[in-house]
């Protein structure tokens, strides 16, 4: 019986077949090029970030001054993310009772969660520096703990385990002592509820910590704020490069346009990426879903001109902003952080993943399922490897937006 449930859920999530993962995700990841290909150790992406020197209007100067152009060199490595499922064999047996249809609906339930938390976690990291951070505490009440910004309670359920640290994953720093179980949310305030007191779970817990989900800290993929920070990059190496020698062109363009109107912080990042870029881009604007709100008030019905694009059959919408580079189409994304929006060229972006992203996992004989060897059940796999690679940073920019982060 076992058997034939797991064969039921391979059917489902078949290689080969695409799943719903652009549905469950934003448009950023629906838009960016996808690859499937990335075997070996890793891959070093190249960014060119000087020209050859050779140059000059008298013909003697440009043959003494000639020298190579100057080269940065990504050595990228994989991420990986699991979510897994048990499939008991008393609940497959009884659901066998009303015959195969209810086994495969009691397969899809199972699946689809397993698949939606996945590709959310996919979904946030795309978002993220790689730290793994979920959130951060603005305050502790014995069993109810403030997230310093509530709008980062969509990135928590139920039944997870936390840690925290006092860095954000990336770095160094002090990692607390303990684990902590989400028992409850209250996603219009952030607060999130344990069975005991939090400091008595987590030793050290305060106020500004940053939250994980266990086992995520300083693991995860590195995401487009990692390539283009908002903050100009340290000599910190970032997948083995130090950036300083040219940040622009080796970590994307950083516009603070907090001091006007969200439309005028994109249009300030606009014509920042259009002067170094040296072109017009194919950019396209993401924002948190707060801030896309306010975009749109500021806009009104008068002069909002609305956009879509469709990829894989599922339509996004947004709405067209004018710059110095010409007409960009801005998106909500909730996985974005607040107070901050970016402009893609997403042409110079690949997610280069190891198979598809995510996936069923099977075993050495085509399995999508092991036997647990001391319970009545089986245990199923959903899993992605990857990570994200842009080709050209020159060509994208992040801005601070006139709203609290």
């Not at 034939?4 to 469950?24: D, F, H, R, W």
């Not at 069993?143 to 309670?153: G, I």
């Not at 990829?311 to 004018?322: E, L």
Request: net charge negative; with cysteine; aromatic share 8%.
């Amino acid at each position: 019986m076992a058997d034939l449930g797991v064969a039921i859920l391979k059917q489902m999530y078949k290689p080969g077949v695409e799943t719903n993962s652009y549905k469950t995700g934003g448009p950023a990841w629906a838009m960016v090029k996808k690859r499937t290909d990335f075997g070996g150790k890793n891959r070093v992406v190249v960014q060119r970030y000087s020209n050859p020197t050779g140059r000059s209007a008298t013909f003697a100067n440009a043959q003494t001054n000639r020298g190579e152009g100057a080269f940065g060199e990504f050595t990228v490595t994989r991420a990986s993310d699991y979510a897994n499922i048990k499939l008991v064999n008393e609940e497959i047996e009884a659901a066998m009772v009303d015959g195969e249809q209810a086994l495969a609906e009691l397969m899809k339930l199972e699946g689809d969660a397993a698949f939606d938390q996945i590709t959310d976690s996919l979904h946030h990291g795309l978002w993220q520096n790689g730290g793994g951070a979920v959130g951060r505490v603005g305050s502790i009440s014995t069993t109810a703990l403030t997230l310093l910004s509530r709008f980062d309670v969509v990135h928590f359920h139920v039944g997870q385990e936390l840690v925290a640290s006092d860095y954000d994953g990336t770095g160094s720093g002090t990692d607390r002592s303990g684990t902590a179980t989400v028992t409850a949310i209250n996603r219009s305030t952030g607060v999130l509820t344990t069975d005991s007191n939090w400091t008595a779970q987590i030793s050290g817990l305060t106020a500004n910590d940053y939250l994980f989900v266990q086992g995520d800290r300083a693991l995860k993929i590195k995401g487009f704020p990692a390539w283009v920070p908002y903050t100009a990059p340290t000599s910190t190496a970032f997948f083995g490069l130090d950036r300083t020698a040219d940040t622009e062109r080796l970590a994307g363009i950083r516009v603070d346009g907090s001091a006007g109107t969200i439309e005028e912080a994109l249009q300030l990042l606009d014509g920042e990426v259009h002067l170094h870029a040296g072109r017009m881009i194919k950019g396209s604007y993401f924002l948190n879903s707060k801030d896309y709100a306010e975009l749109l008030t500021e806009l009104g019905n008068s002069r909002r001109r609305e956009a879509s694009v469709e990829v894989a059959g599922i339509g996004f919408s947004g709405v067209y902003v004018d710059g110095p580079g010409g007409s960009h189409t801005a998106f909500a994304d909730f996985e974005v952080p607040r107070g901050y929006a970016w402009l893609l060229d997403m042409d110079t972006w690949t997610w280069w993943g190891l198979g598809r992203a995510p996936r069923l996992l099977t075993t050495g004989d085509d399995l999508p399922g092991l036997r647990i060897s001391n319970e009545d059940a089986t245990e199923s796999r959903f899993v992605y490897r990857g990570n994200l690679v842009c080709d050209k940073l020159i060509c994208n920019g992040v801005v601070k937006l006139p709203t609290a982060a």
